[in-house]
């Protein structure tokens, strides 16, 4: 079973911040998703990669597959950023679940 | 589209009662899945399904049951419900394939007294 950790469990920013989550696994993947959760709100996928980098706005995420390790950063960190990220992988065969981590708590103060 | 639609949003039931949570979805994903989510535990697996009729269980499966009778429709039923239960809960769908976009729903909060 593969196993995600992400790291740091809590960030605190002030606003404007560049900021690192990262996230590593330990069986190698197709894909893995970053996944973005507001206080009480539900989860809404931000991306999914199996390669390289993409970006989206102030939001950037890579992939090392050979280091299995993702990282997602936001650039000029804004308030409205605070949420909890969590970085998910298949859950293997062809079951359509996934494997999440346990999640990374930012707090950006204004 | 409106995606993956959960209900209800929130529930207190008391122990030993029973409910469903429902869960559809307008995207035809084969793949649909039940998570539970819990404070620093992360999202686990309580059941999931590759397609009508087919179901199976997942991490922590115990005292809930699930059915897939059309492509659409993915309900998680609590038979006798217990304070262990207490948590929020997440529908999730995906189309064939590892490396296709999950989709979830709003979310449950249910808190058993």
């Known amino acids: 079973k593969n196993e995600v950790e992400q790291s740091p469990q809590n960030l605190t920013a002030q606003e404007g911040e560049f900021i690192t989550i990262n996230c590593s696994y330990s069986?190698?993947?197709?894909?893995l998703h970053w996944l973005q959760q507001h206080p009480g709100g539900g989860i809404v996928s931000l991306f999914m990669?199996?390669?390289g980098k993409k970006k989206h706005g102030r939001l950037i995420a890579t992939i090392n597959i050979q280091e299995k390790h993702s990282s997602l950063h936001i650039t000029a960190s804004h308030p409205r950023d605070s949420a909890v990220y969590i970085c998910?992988?298949?859950?293997?065969?062809?079951?359509?679940?996934?494997?999440f981590g346990k999640g990374t708590k930012l707090s950006v103060k204004p | 589209n409106a995606g993956v639609t959960q209900t209800p949003k929130f529930q207190v039931l008391k122990t030993g009662q029973s409910m469903t949570l429902q869960c559809a979805q307008d995207?035809?994903?084969?793949?649909m899945s039940w998570y539970r989510q819990d404070p620093g535990m992360g999202l686990r697996l309580i059941h999931y399904?590759?397609?009508?009729?087919?179901?199976d269980q997942g991490e922590v499966p115990n005292g809930y049951n699930v059915s897939r009778s059309t492509t659409e429709d993915f309900p998680l039923r609590l038979l006798s419900a217990a304070p262990s239960q207490t948590s929020v809960y997440f529908c999730?769908?995906?189309?064939?394939?590892?490396?296709?976009?999950?989709?979830f729903g709003q979310g449950t909060r249910l808190t058993v007294v």
């Open positions: 069986v190698g993947i197709s894909a």
């Open positions: 998910a992988v298949p859950g293997g065969g062809s079951q359509g679940n996934l494997i």
């Open positions: 995207m035809n994903h084969e793949y």
């Open positions: 999730a769908s995906t189309s064939r394939g590892s490396g296709t976009e999950a989709f």
């Open positions: 990669l199996s390669s």
């Open positions: 399904s590759v397609g009508a009729g087919i179901t």
